[in-house]
């Protein structure tokens, strides 16, 4: 299972962004989803320093085996999970 959160909607809203990254890792690893695609966008690399900031938090990691940066698609991120 393959899970996705596009961010495109709510680059600019950070409450958002933080609940919508806190709930789809909560929904990986309540389905056991191997992968959460997530899709900050290309855009100034802000949102995806953001995102890679929440990722690294420690008890967001501890949820997570390892992040893949797409190597063809700058901003798109995946998120690896060990259940």
Do not use: C, W
Not at 6 to 24: C, E, P, V
Not at 47 to 72: G, T, W
Request: proline share 1%; aromatic share 8%; hydrophobic share 35%.
């Amino acid at each position: 299972m393959k899970l996705k959160l596009d961010l495109h909607d709510i680059f600019n809203k950070g409450r958002d962004i933080d609940r919508a990254l806190s709930d789809i890792m909560e929904e990986a690893v309540r389905k056991k989803a191997k992968t959460v695609e997530i899709i900050p966008g290309k855009g100034s690399g802000q949102l995806k320093k953001r995102v890679l900031r929440f990722l690294d938090q420690k008890e967001i990691k501890q949820l997570y085996h390892r992040v893949e940066k797409d190597s063809k698609n700058f901003g798109r991120l995946f998120v690896h999970f060990k259940h």
